[in-house]
């Protein structure tokens, strides 16, 4: 995700690469970082909190308190504070700085954000500033879309759109066995599927219909459409869907409170 956000920034030309500085403690990847972006690599946290005023945190949650409690000497108020790790609260970061006059700000991304076409729910805490919240706008909004939300949403947030595309790859991948069993090759039913869904996409972002009027244009009386409606139906397939939503739901709840 973090490379993500840099060839969104890059592209957009928001920053250049002599204004971007890395901390990366694997040596082959942060080799890769300096060689592909001549991006500028900082050894340690002191040198990175020194040089920088905006830092992007993208790590897993699960190390995120190790890397803040070996930043903590070098942050100050001044900084803004920006995180992409699933289910940790702003309360969290402040918690572990000792301190809540920091500016945080906390993002769930999404990995189309890697061919720039990602989807952003962003939230902060009151000591950020509507121009500082819009600097942090201007990056993800590089890499796609944002949308402002309470905190309180984040987590509903990570549920649909930062854990949907996995959802959608399953769908996908489903698709195209379906198609390999009825007689297709792989390589036919993987370009109609992809295809098939990116269409479909395209088409309800720009009618801005409802997708029930949408699949009504594709379901004519006793045709093939309306038969496989109602199977998926009848197998439960949009409760599915929103369990599986809530359930991811509920595991960032969990990832913020361990």
């Not at 195209?176 to 370009?191: H, M, N, Q």
């Not at 309800?204 to 006793?222: C, D, F, N, Y």
Request: charge should be neutral.
């Amino acid at each position: 995700m973090a490379e993500a956000l840099l060839k969104g920034m890059l592209a957009a030309k928001l920053y250049s690469p002599e204004d971007i500085y890395l901390v990366e403690p694997n040596s082959l990847r942060r080799q890769h970082m300096e060689s592909k972006y001549g991006l500028q690599l900082c050894e340690n946290h002191q040198d990175f909190w020194d040089i920088c005023n905006i830092a992007i945190l993208a790590v897993k949650p699960q190390i995120m308190g190790k890397v803040i409690e070996a930043a903590k000497p070098y942050v100050t108020n001044d900084h803004i504070i920006i995180s992409i790790a699933a289910g940790l609260p702003i309360s969290f970061y402040e918690k572990m700085l000792g301190s809540n006059g920091h500016k945080i700000i906390r993002v769930m991304p999404n990995t189309p954000a890697l061919i720039l076409e990602g989807t952003s729910a962003i939230s902060c805490n009151g000591n950020v500033s509507d121009t500082e919240l819009k600097r942090a706008e201007c990056i993800f909004n590089a890499v796609g879309i944002s949308v402002l939300l309470d905190e309180t949403y984040l987590d509903a947030a990570t549920g649909l759109s930062g854990s949907g595309p996995a959802y959608v790859f399953t769908f996908i991948e489903a698709l195209i066995d379906a198609g390999i069993k009825v007689g297709l090759t792989r390589y036919t039913a993987e370009t109609m599927a992809v295809q098939t869904v990116l269409g479909a996409a395209k088409l309800m972002q720009k009618e801005k219909k409802h997708p029930a009027v949408l699949r009504s244009m594709v379901t004519s009386p006793g045709g093939t459409s309306i038969a496989a409606h109602h199977f998926l139906e009848k197998k439960g397939f949009s409760g599915i869907l929103m369990d599986a939503v809530e359930i991811a739901v509920n595991r960032s709840k969990e990832l913020g409170n361990q």
